[in-house]
């Protein structure tokens, strides 16, 4: 597998086996996760939605040799279920899931958040984002014997109001208050619940944000390392979290984003 990152090969997560939802190309996050996590020796599987999607996942999911890709609509219970009854079947036991799942209503993430979010869409955009995490959390404990991590992909949109957000950054918040209390229940069963809140990069959700050039140009320049968020340091922080070197970590939102969440006022401003 080519490593585009000169990254080496290790052994941090060899005999560890784990599931990755929400790879939907190339670019995605998800993927740079599973590749680093391929690296270092994990075996994965992977789930999808729909054809298309599958399409775009399935050769990826090939160069790291997985021998487990799984159709799953996280809106339908008995879909998530299938998935990990036929990896408790292939595997006995999971090591750790990456969830990196969310859907909104893209026309619904411009303008006013008042005026132009729907009920429908709401609890759709909540659904998908959010509790779908709660969902597959509960299916994977029981194959998480020896304990496990979790983890979930968050925004700052979930902590402040940015534009053409809306409704997504209602389920983020919502998102990493659920990673805290399932971090709460899986706690004593040593499975460790993080989430990390990626800086804007040029993926398939973000092409879905109006703005969203916008929004990775002022991530570089307000940011504190004066740069853009690497896909090399979101997969590095997944690492730690997914790997052993995490183990007393749990409950927390992880900021990778070069410092852009904790400046309030950048400089140069008069």
């Keep these: 597998m080519a490593d585009e990152w000169n990254m080496p090969a290790g052994q941090l997560m060899a005999g560890k086996r784990g599931l990755i939802m929400g790879v939907a190309n190339d670019k995605s996050?998800?993927?740079?996760?599973?590749?680093?996590?391929?690296?270092?020796?994990a075996e994965l599987a992977f789930t999808y939605q729909g054809e298309a999607l599958e399409k775009r996942m399935r050769p990826l999911a090939e160069s790291v040799n997985s021998a487990h890709i799984l159709p799953c609509d996280v809106t339908r219970d008995e879909d998530i279920d299938a998935v990990f009854a036929a990896l408790g079947k292939a595997w006995g036991r999971l090591d750790f899931v990456v969830h990196a799942i969310a859907f909104s209503d893209r026309n619904e993430l411009k303008g006013s958040f008042t005026e132009n979010t729907s009920r429908a869409n709401f609890?759709?955009?909540?659904?998908?984002?959010?509790?779908?995490?709660?969902?597959?959390?509960?299916?994977?404990?029981?194959?998480?014997?020896?304990?496990?991590?979790?983890?979930?992909?968050?925004?700052?949109?979930?902590?402040?109001?940015?534009?053409?957000?809306?409704?997504?950054?209602?389920?983020?918040?919502?998102?990493?208050?659920?990673?805290?209390?399932?971090?709460?229940?899986?706690?004593?069963r040593g499975i460790r619940v993080n989430a990390i809140?990626?800086?804007?990069?040029?993926?398939?959700?973000?092409?879905?944000?109006?703005?969203?050039?916008?929004?990775?140009?002022?991530?570089?320049?307000?940011?504190?390392?004066?740069?853009?968020?690497?896909?090399?340091?979101?997969?590095?922080?997944?690492?730690?979290?997914v790997s052993d070197l995490g183990r007393s970590t749990t409950g927390e939102v992880v900021h990778v984003d070069a410092g852009f969440h904790a400046v309030a006022v950048p400089d140069g401003l008069e």
């Design 197 to 241: 809140s990626a800086g804007p990069m040029r993926t398939l959700a973000m092409a879905g944000i109006a703005g969203g050039r916008g929004l990775l140009s002022t991530g570089r320049e307000w940011s504190l390392l004066k740069e853009d968020t690497s896909m090399e340091g979101i997969a590095g922080a997944a690492l730690w979290l």
């Design 123 to 188: 609890l759709t955009t909540m659904d998908i984002s959010c509790f779908s995490l709660v969902a597959v959390a509960k299916r994977a404990a029981p194959l998480m014997q020896a304990g496990g991590s979790i983890i979930t992909m968050s925004y700052l949109g979930g902590e402040r109001v940015l534009p053409s957000y809306n409704v997504m950054g209602v389920a983020k918040a919502a998102l990493e208050a659920a990673t805290r209390y399932v971090a709460r229940d899986l706690g004593p």
């Design 29 to 41: 996050i998800a993927w740079g996760i599973a590749k680093q996590c391929a690296l270092q020796g």
